[in-house]
């Protein structure tokens, strides 16, 4: 059992009405690939045309990533993100439209695709920015765990759930869900009471290299950003890219990589629900260590473990993961100032994901030629390396997490820390 404590970010009206927002417009996310795929398999049987679809939903993502930053710093969040939400509501209610009326084309899906990418890419850094103005100092971490609890639990029923709503109703009408869950979630998301920041003259240049200055100043941010391109890159391309590979040229065959991808999502589950109970000290230290199970489902694969062994190794690696991405956002939410968490969380976000793309195709070359059992070796301890080098950083020991309920002494003790490592007030924009 969750312990009240655990839940008291709830008490927060408008944190609440963002969670129920979120776990809405997720109930309809999770269910859209399915959709999705068999939406475009029937009109068009080639693969070619899903790849499309999916690379221009994601292509935009890079380089909208940092300007979305810079607007959650510049505009009002509340506002950035209805605006998120109702661009995908259109954009997938049209999705559904042109699938029930015949008239689908991998051109037009691809245009909807890539509109709702770059509302996606607009808006999340805004998301991630949201959570210090909506509860207090000392529950950003109760908050974090409990914003990515019902999406994991989504995550574990989602892809049954859409593939029976497809088989018996079509996929238009779990196309229209989406839409509809957007919708609802934009509404509710109108209704919260936050603060815009001031108004500003400055720049969106200046912003951003305000940002930037920001990020690059702070070495526990850049140097964990720079272990994630190396292993946000291995882990994508050895478990979505070679895992299935391995599981399909084995014993295991695909029905038992689908057990393992279910342990994964129950081990994300079981991960937030210790980010719940669990509140460490030095949490960049954790957050560093919590990573380093992700190897384990590598070494399983390579050894040919049986199926038992390579499940709870899934899980393991997913109870760490959930752990590390709660740790790192409620970190970045207590030691930055509010004004640039969208710059920096934005810089964070693309320095990670600009490397999948490269590691897909080099993990792909080298199973090719090395061999798909060394390559997950090598994986495994590349990634495990790039995450025990921070370990050797002060600034990472250093960080330490703002108490459960922080008194005025912590609070001020908090935001003299921050001026140390800013060189400002914590309510000081930085402005020319």
């Known amino acids: 059992m969750v312990r009240q404590g655990s839940l008291s970010a709830m008490r927060h009206k408008p944190f609440t009405l963002f969670l129920l927002a979120r776990l809405i417009s997720m109930s309809g996310t999770a269910m859209a690939p399915v959709a999705l795929a068999f939406a475009v398999f029937g009109f068009d049987s080639s693969p070619a045309s899903l790849a499309i679809v999916l690379a221009a939903n994601t292509a935009p993502q890079f380089v909208l990533l940092l300007v979305g930053g810079v607007i959650a710093d510049r505009f009002s969040r509340q506002r950035v993100i209805v605006i998120g939400n109702v661009v995908p509501a259109v954009t997938q209610g049209c999705v559904a439209l042109l699938v029930a009326t015949g ?6 899906i691809a245009l909807f695709a890539a509109l709702a990418g770059c509302a996606s890419a607009l808006t999340q ?17 109760q908050a974090n765990a409990l914003m ?8 574990i029923l989602a892809p049954a759930v859409g593939g029976a709503l497809v088989a018996f109703f079509g996929p238009e009408l779990t196309l229209g869900w989406d839409a509809a869950s957007f919708a609802v979630a934009a509404i509710l998301c109108s209704r919260l009471d936050v603060s815009g920041p001031a108004k500003t003259t400055a720049s969106v240049f200046r912003d951003f290299k305000d940002g930037w200055k920001e990020f690059s100043r702070l070495s526990w941010v850049w140097t964990y950003t720079l272990s994630g391109t190396v292993v946000v890159a291995l882990w994508l391309g050895g478990y979505q890219l070679l895992g299935p590979v391995m599981a399909g040229n084995s014993h295991l065959g695909a029905p038992s990589w689908g057990v393992v991808q279910g342990a994964f999502a129950a081990g994300l589950l079981l991960g937030g629900i210790v980010s719940l109970k669990w509140k460490p000290s030095r949490i960049m ?13 590598f070494l399983a694969l390579a050894w040919g473990a049986p199926l038992a062994v390579l499940a709870g190794a899934a899980a393991m690696a997913g109870i760490g993961l959930d752990i590390a991405i709660v740790c790192w956002n409620t970190a970045v939410q207590e030691q930055l100032p509010t004004e640039v968490l969208g710059r920096v969380s934005s810089l964070s976000s693309a320095g990670e994901l600009m490397s999948v793309p490269l590691g897909y195709l080099v993990v792909g070359a080298a199973a090719t030629s090395l061999g798909t059992e060394s390559v997950l070796l090598w994986s495994a301890v590349l990634m495990t390396l790039a995450s025990l080098v921070l370990l050797l950083a002060p600034s990472v020991r250093a960080v330490r997490r703002l108490p459960a309920d922080p008194g005025p002494a912590a609070v001020a003790a908090g935001d003299q820390d921050r001026r140390s490592r800013t060189g400002r007030a914590p309510d000081q924009v930085a402005r020319p």
Do not use: D, H
Request: aromatic residues 0%; positive net charge.
């Open 125 to 141: 850094p805004a998301m991630n920015s949201l959570l210090p103005q909506l509860v207090g100092p000392g529950e950003l971490q």
């Open 148 to 155: 990515r609890l019902p999406g994991n639990v989504i995550r």
């Open 103 to 108: 008239t689908a084309t991998t051109g037009r």
């Open 285 to 297: 230290v954790v957050c560093v260590c919590a990573n380093l199970p992700l190897a384990l489902p």
